[in-house]
């Protein structure tokens, strides 16, 4: 890290979509770098859509040189074959993050709402308004992936864990 900053890299799991954001922050304010998603090919084999996760992240990592990276922690909902293959996909963005060598947070979606919006049950839309006005953006990120992204970014940034 720099005397006057750093980058952060939030991460918002996923295999079919991986939500990525951007920011540089001084400890006080946050400004947007960079956000959007890595998106997979559905009808691809699972071990071809973990490679091309692991190959826009090296990508990722090679532009923005992160000095930290902040991961989205697991919710469990409703399939279990669709956990393991975010969880495995997860599992590919660790693997990255650690081999760029930058520490690396995780929050829980809780954590992130109740850091944001001082309300770990915001809704999506109170969510993506903070990130909005954190960054100071003209309209909410779009996909919600890379909205999600951000938002654990801007989390790891303030330092509001």
Do not use: C
Request: aromatic share 6%; no cysteine; hydrophobic share 45%.
């Amino acid at each position: 890290m720099t005397d006057h900053g750093y980058i952060v890299l939030g991460l918002d799991p996923g295999y079919g979509r991986m939500g990525f954001g951007v920011v540089f922050t001084d400890g006080k304010t946050v400004e947007l770098i960079d956000y959007g998603v890595a998106v997979t090919v559905s009808g691809d084999a699972f071990e071809n859509r973990l490679l091309s996760i692991a190959n826009d992240l090296h990508a990722l990592f090679e532009q923005h040189r992160p000095h930290m990276v902040a991961v989205e922690k697991l919710f469990f909902g409703k399939s279990s074959s669709n956990a393991m293959k975010v969880a495995e996909a997860r599992g590919v963005a660790m693997l990255m993050a650690a081999q760029s060598g930058a520490p690396i947070v995780e929050f829980t979606p809780a954590q992130i709402k109740k850091a944001l919006t001082g309300d770990g049950k915001a809704p999506k839309a109170g969510m993506q308004r903070m990130v909005k006005e954190t960054l100071k953006l003209p309209a909410p990120p779009k996909p919600d992936d890379a909205a999600d992204a951000l938002a654990v970014a801007i989390v790891a940034a303030l330092k509001k864990w």
